[in-house]
């Protein structure tokens, strides 16, 4: 194996309370927002860069309005679809009312505020409804499921996140007889309509999971806008370093990763119910080893996966990774794949099982998960390919693929002799 390193954007937001300030500003809400009015932000259950500094960035700033913000779970049916578990997940994140600065309601109670063209009711969340104005916090990424002008964001985040597991629920099985981004556009045009949006903050994260940008968007800016960042974000987005792979390993999945556990975008595995998107990345199989702890259980994805070990298959939460897989309507993401006592015997069948290739002439590569990217371990018979591309860096190798005493790889992808960290 080679370790290697794959050279992404490096643009990002130096001081997060200080962009963060700079585009509410813009925004001239002084002009809006009176003395003492409740304002509700929207927490997410992703694993967003800087969420919490971002989150007490806003508050901050409109506690300085005289405003009296709070935070609420916007999020789904994620966290097991119940207001507890909604509240954990957020702590995960650091998300909580102390850093903050702010309360945190959490219910799963929902207010119909109003149709799409299809005829779908459309829901947000109770506390959200009674309170002044809602801000909308999200990052934008390509979404896992489909592909459109908008996908995951805040207009997502208004349309899905905002109705929580009622909403969640029926939207997904309407993207069965729909478009999903034309619900996701549909749905979020009726927010913007029917609910006192006072503005959105857009964050696009670079290849290094950074955050590499901070846009404050008023409510009439926020469709065409987010367009243009999605854009940016696909731009921006990282990749595994070869498209024709034999054997991908990943280390972790988890919904702190993605909100499939494991990023099609990235693998280019896009089971669904609703059809599956082109992707230039070809995975013959795919082993993933463990669970993030952050994921408090909910293994989403692992259906995608051909190979898991045993390890992971013992700390899924059921209930919690059913609620989330039936709300999507993404049965299939449930599937528990062939899983093994030990990281060996699952390469060993990995191997064996893509064609007549010998195991050391295989396309093997191994990642920490489909967020981090930036190194990577790759088979030797990658060598001729790495040094035709720019962007790609032997750091270390090659070495033998070693297994402890257990049969396991070390747990520690990058070693420690890597080098300085671009971000350090």
Same mark, same amino acid.
């Given at each position: 194996m080679?370790?290697? %390193?794959?050279?992404?954007?490096?643009? *990002?937001?130096?001081? $997060?309370?200080?962009?963060? %300030?700079?585009?509410?500003?813009?925004? *001239?809400?002084?002009? $809006?927002?009176k003395s003492a009015d409740r304002i509700a932000i929207t927490a997410g259950s992703r694993g967003v860069c800087n969420i919490a500094l971002i989150l007490k960035g806003i508050v901050d700033y409109l506690k300085t309005l005289g405003a009296r913000p709070f935070l609420f779970p916007a999020m789904g049916s994620h966290g097991g679809a119940t207001a507890e578990g909604q509240l954990s997940l957020l702590k995960h994140y650091q998300v909580t009312e102390e850093f903050i600065g702010a309360s945190i309601l959490s219910s799963m109670d929902v207010v119909e505020i109003g149709t799409t063209e299809q005829g779908l009711p459309i829901f947000i969340d109770q506390y959200a409804f009674q309170a002044d104005h809602i801000v909308v916090v999200n990052r934008i990424k390509p979404h896992t499921k489909f592909k459109g002008p908008v996908e995951s964001g805040l207009m997502k985040m208004m349309a899905i996140g905002m109705g929580k597991q009622k909403g969640a629920d029926l939207y997904h099985k309407a993207a069965i007889e729909h478009p999903f981004s034309e619900i996701i556009l549909d749905g979020a045009r009726v927010v913007l309509k029917n609910a006192s949006i006072i503005f959105g903050l857009g964050i696009v994260e670079n290849g290094y999971d950074r955050t590499a940008k901070i846009v404050g968007l008023k409510p009439g800016e926020i469709e065409q806008k987010e367009k243009d960042l999605l854009s940016l974000a696909k731009q921006m987005m990282p990749k595994l370093p070869f498209n024709e792979i034999d054997l991908l390993i990943v280390d972790e999945m988890g919904k702190d990763i993605s909100g499939v556990g494991i990023d099609p975008n990235v693998t280019g595995r896009n089971r669904d119910i609703t059809g599956t998107f082109p992707h230039p990345t070809h995975v013959r199989r795919l082993f993933v080893r463990d669970l993030t702890p952050s994921s408090n259980g909910n293994a989403i994805g692992i259906g995608l996966a051909d190979l898991a070990t045993k390890r992971l298959v013992e700390k899924i939460n059921y209930p919690a990774t059913y609620m989330n897989c039936i709300t999507a309507i993404s049965l299939e993401k449930a599937s528990i794949p062939m899983y093994f006592e030990t990281d060996q015997e699952a390469i060993r069948v990995g191997l064996g099982s893509t064609g007549l290739t010998p195991p050391e002439k295989s396309r093997v590569v191994r990642i920490k998960n489909t967020l981090q990217l930036d190194e990577v371990e790759v088979s030797e018979i990658y060598r001729e390919e790495i040094e035709k591309k720019s962007d790609l860096e032997i750091l270390e190798g090659p070495y033998p693929m070693v297994f402890d005493s257990s049969g396991n790889l070390p747990n520690q992808l990058i070693h420690q002799t890597r080098k300085k960290d671009p971000f350090d």
């Open positions: 080679y370790r290697i %390193r794959q050279t992404f954007d490096q643009t *990002s937001v130096k001081d $997060i309370a200080e962009v963060v %300030r700079d585009e509410l500003t813009k925004l *001239s809400l002084q002009k $809006i927002i």
